[in-house]
């Protein structure tokens, strides 16, 4: 007898571990994100959740997955569709253009984020021109920030930044203070220069822009001529004499945003998400976000992570899963939970509201918005793309060649890519 | 011997390693089996697969890139293998040399504490300590009067530092392996050594490296392949860069596999690394192992 | 040199080689003391301002269930440890002292394993444990951790060494193979076994990429997971990260020592023998 108890309660056990979380609990849409670093904007998917569960009776569970290897576990778990999440965060024109996971929008949510959000941002979603994905991020576009006290002490306005690219790198040049050696000790622009290549690109971009280069064609089907036209050319060696020739910027600094924390930096362009991590972990620093200046074009609010929301066409809830996206795709859900976490709301009618306009990025936000659209590059080998272009503009800033035979290899690199 | 004695021998034999056999083949011949057989396959925008022979082999094998990578490696390879074996057999007698046992326990301790820190926060904390600006490295070269380097940010330092870390890393693992080896060598052999007036440099060369010879072999074994495969570090701290400087074979795999979703070409590598690999691994199998008894 | 001056020699350098690979782990256990401010201060500082400082801490387990995270991890490191230890020693007496055909190609076989990139086979390995209803569960957690490649290559070079008298000796006795195998061969490897086991048990517990791609439930997290929850796309938690990192040593040094003390008893039965 005792056995037989022992081993049902081995049974009881073993089962118990064995058996998926989901037994006897309400129905549930699983979310899953790979930004860690918005707990409370991930939060509120389920605290809406829970009222969408009143009318539905489905809840929200939202599972954080780590940014570093995010990638390999989207794929293995879109491709085993059981496992997979039933909405996801991530970019279009990966999982829904060089991969079929993706849900198509039912036309009338479709209308309703067409009319609603600004024009720089319309094609964030779509693949295609059919809109599968809500974009969730609006200012992941760059912003120039200035330390206002450096500006001060330098002799420079800091309520007259400069606007054009001339301008800039006059004034970088004043902002920079150079030690016994000849090394800076102080750099007028925090450079991102390591990582991913991919990172590097997205830091390069508005100079391009700002330039008129583009790193593809238009239709995005050809590099040659447009990576390596006369106008990137000049971008990249504007980029690369920031380090080499005028020193306004280093190579030895290892990141910009450490570096503009702790005042080293006078300047430094980074996307709206920043001026919360100044506030928090450099409380000293006086700084004022302002538009990125131009050259001979404006650089515009250009990205190139641009990231949606998605539904997985293999989800069993496909239908819950769009009536949760209806019920939160409102000027006030999107206004409460940008405001959350501190981030930019995505509707066009909430970039007038009150919380907007008191955030310190208000006015270079609307500066830059009316600005054209720069150009765009949701293509599915973006990544890879982003990669080959990268590696040539880290070879530029470390002198490892010159921008012309650089951009000449990565253009035929990125032609190879795009014809595979 | 009688043959019933050997079929006895074979069949004790193979049902010892049945289990470990069941179990690899099971969880891992198949996944490796469809990965091979990925490498035949392309990923066309669309998510479906076409088959396209050795086409993706040509494709990876003429990759100028993958060859950078390659070489990336095995300069990694050539920095951290040999200095971690010779690192961990110098330490592994030193210790062994120590009379306490207290003492030995506990400065063997701390040579293995890197082993029990994860590969993801042992690159971050040698980030940081890398840093140039920041970093205690620097620091210290400062009081020397050495100017600050730039460590994971300079095109020609940034391997050897990643190397550092490895051979950190792995440092007391190596070391473990060969102390618990020494101290299984029965002590007759040193007695009757020492009885025929050799000295500490013969007895090491001619009782404890032979001696040590099975344990040697698989660390050295060990070594190459972990460090060949380094991911977890070079992921962690510079992704490659600066412009590829430290770009392994394995991240330019998980890069082709999920950033650039061309699963083909990465199964490709994965096939490239295996067959060097157990080419190697053979080399050193043959040329320096001997049969060893106590 | 004069064997005692050797000897002090050899304690010095042992001693200071010792301290020099400790430092990155004192750096790690002082930055965790550190507020963000202090982190970044210049000059540098090596000790933090409060050596009481234990708000890092506090918000690791309050940010996440991190107690959650060390017991899933005790749970599945431990389980790996005890299969592997079994079942690679029943396979590396197997390779050491039997000829069997298809041995070499077999123990090849299973070397080889560790020379495929395990990126390369995740997500197969990912879709079989979907099919099978594992995935967020510990058994899926632990199906590529059950048995190591390492133990098997170890306990063979381990029991290799073994006296082949010892064996024959016992079979003449008329012992049975599985009794050999108990009572000749395992109290000879015990410092092996003990390494294997410590070794299984630390591996598994510092794994990252397989239990990031086959966990979804923060409650079957491990603390890999929850170190790297500190790092995003942005930028580093430095602070937090190394809090996060001393706390997941913590049980791992406790299983070593204890590990240590049984392969220092080992040492001295082996000692004993012959």
């Known amino acids: 007898m005792r056995g037989a108890w022992t081993i049902a309660m081995a049974a009881v056990v073993a089962v118990a571990l064995a058996a998926p979380s989901s037994w006897a609990q309400p129905k549930k849409l ?77 036309a009338d949510l479709a209308k309703t984020w067409d009319e609603n959000l600004p024009k720089y941002i319309v094609n964030v979603g779509k693949w295609k021109g059919v809109r599968y994905g809500i974009p969730i991020e609006h200012g992941n576009f760059q912003q120039m920030y200035i330390d206002t006290d450096l500006f001060k002490k330098a002799g420079l306005d800091p309520d007259r930044p400069p606007k054009t690219l001339d301008a800039w790198l006059a004034a970088m040049k004043k902002l920079t203070v150079l030690d016994a050696k000849g090394e800076p000790s102080q750099v007028g ?27 593809l064609s238009p239709n995005l089907e050809k590099a040659t001529t447009f990576a390596n036209s006369a106008e990137m050319v000049a971008a990249l060696q504007f980029y690369a004499d920031l380090v080499n020739k005028h020193k306004v910027a280093s190579i030895a600094f290892p990141t910009p945003e450490d570096a503009f924390g702790q005042k080293r930096a006078a300047t430094i362009f980074r996307e709206s998400w920043f001026f919360g991590w100044v506030k928090k972990n450099a409380p000293d620093v006086a700084f004022k976000v ?36 209806r019920f939160i795709s409102n000027a006030k859900d999107d206004l409460d939970q940008h405001q959350a976490q501190g981030i930019l709301p995505v509707w066009t009618a909430n970039l007038e509201s009150a919380y907007v306009k008191s955030r310190p990025d208000y006015q270079s936000t609307q500066e830059m918005l009316k600005q054209p659209v720069p150009p765009e590059y949701y293509h599915p080998k973006s990544n890879e793309l982003a990669t080959a272009f990268g590696e040539a503009v880290v070879a530029a800033l470390y002198g490892k060649g010159q921008p012309q035979p650089l951009l000449d290899e990565a253009a035929a690199k990125m032609d190879r890519i795009l014809k595979d | 011997m009688p043959p019933a004695y050997l079929k006895r021998q074979r069949r004790a034999g193979l049902l010892f390693v049945l289990p470990a056999v069941i179990y690899f083949g099971g969880v891992f011949l198949v996944p490796l089996l469809e990965s091979v057989i990925g490498s035949f396959y392309r990923t066309v925008p669309g998510g479906a697969t076409q088959f396209v022979g050795t086409r993706l082999y040509v494709k990876v094998l003429t990759d100028p890139t ?21 690192l961990a057999l110098a330490v592994a007698l030193g210790l062994h040399r120590l009379r306490s046992l207290k003492a030995r326990s506990a400065w063997a301790a701390m040579y293995f504490l890197p082993f029990s820190v994860s590969l993801v926060a042992a690159a971050l904390v040698w980030q940081w300590i890398y840093d140039p600006v920041y970093g205690v490295l620097n620091h210290v070269l400062a009081a020397l009067g050495v100017p600050p380097l730039k460590w994971l940010q300079s095109l020609d330092l940034v391997r050897p530092s990643l190397a550092l870390v490895n051979v950190w890393a792995r440092l007391g693992f ?38 040590l010879n099975p344990q040697i072999v698989m660390v050295a074994i060990l070594e190459l392949i972990f460090n060949f495969k380094v991911f977890d570090t070079v992921y962690a701290t510079t992704q490659g860069g600066p412009a590829g400087a430290s770009q392994t074979v394995i991240m330019l795999l998980y890069d082709t596999a999920f950033k650039y979703f061309r699963l083909g070409d990465a199964s490709v590598m994965a096939v490239f690394v295996f067959v060097a690999l157990l080419l190697v691994t053979l080399l050193q199998w043959r040329l320096f192992r001997r049969q060893v008894e106590y | 040199m004069k064997p005692a001056r050797l000897g002090w020699l050899t304690a010095a350098l042992v001693a200071a080689g010792a301290l020099c690979v400790v430092f ?35 918000e690791v387990f309050q940010r996440q269930p991190f107690g959650r995270f060390l017991l899933n991890s005790a749970l599945v490191a431990s389980v790996a440890a005890l299969s592997s230890a079994v079942v690679s020693s029943l396979a590396g007496y197997g390779f050491a002292k039997f000829r069997f055909p298809g041995h070499a190609v077999l123990f090849f076989g299973i070397i080889g394993i560790l020379m495929v990139p395990f990126q390369s086979v995740v997500v197969p390995l990912y879709l079989w444990i979907n099919r099978l209803g594992l995935l967020d569960t510990y058994p899926g957690i632990l ?84 170190l790297v929850s500190f790092t995003n796309m942005y930028f580093i938690e430095y602070n937090l990260v190394t809090a996060a990192a001393v706390v997941s040593v913590l049980p791992i040094l406790a299983v070593f020592l204890a590990g240590q003390k049984w392969i220092v008893r080992g040492v001295v039965m082996s000692g004993l023998k012959g």
Request: glycine share 6%; aromatic share 14%; net charge neutral.
């Open chain 1, 189 to 215: 622009f925090a450079l991102r220069h390591k990582g991913h290549p991919v990172g590097i690109t997205d830091k390069f971009l508005p100079f391009a822009h700002a330039f008129g280069a583009r790193m």
């Open chain 3, 24 to 58: 990155p782990l004192f750096w790690m256990a002082v930055t965790s003391l550190k507020t963000v401010p202090e982190i970044q201060r210049l000059p540098l500082h090596v000790f933090p301002d409060r050596w009481s400082n234990l708000d890092n801490y506090r």
């Open chain 2, 174 to 211: 190596d070391t473990m392996i060969f102390l618990a080896a020494l101290q299984a060598i029965p002590a007759e052999y040193y007695e009757a050594a020492a009885i025929d007036g050799a000295g500490a440099w013969p007895a090491l060369r001619r009782i404890t490296l032979p001696l």
């Open chain 1, 290 to 325: 302002y538009a990125l200046p131009c050259g001979k074009a404006c650089p515009g609010a250009g990205n190139l992570f641009p990231w949606t929301n998605m539904v997985a066409k293999s989800s069993p809830s496909k239908q819950a899963a769009w009536d949760f996206m």
């Open chain 3, 143 to 226: 199906a590529p951790d059950l048995v190591s490649v390492f133990g098997v290559f170890l306990m063979r070079q381990a029991i290799e060494v073994v006296p082949s008298d010892y064996v024959d000796a016992a079979r003449i006795d008329g012992a049975g193979e599985f009794g050999i195998f108990w009572r000749v061969i395992l109290p000879a490897v015990k410092p092996a076994i003990a390494t294997l086991v410590i070794v299984k048990f630390m591996w598994t517990w510092n794994e990252l990429f397989w239990p990031l791609v086959v966990v979804n439930s923060p409650t079957m997290k491990v603390v890999t997971l929850g």
């Open chain 2, 66 to 86: 993958f060859w950078q990578a390659v070489g990336n490696t095995v300069s990694l390879l050539v920095m951290s293998v040999p200095v971690t074996v010779v």
């Open chain 1, 30 to 106: 699983v979310f899953w994100t790979h930004w860690e670093q918005n707990p409370e904007f991930n939060k509120f998917y389920e605290t809406r959740g829970k009222d969408f569960a009143q009318k539905s009776g489905y809840e929200v569970q939202v599972v954080t997955v780590p940014y570093q290897g995010y990638e390999a576990k989207y794929l293995a778990a879109l491709m085993g569709k059981s496992g997979a999440p039933d909405i996801f965060m991530g970019m279009t024109h990966h999982w829904c253009g060089q991969y079929d996971f993706c849900d198509k929008m039912p």
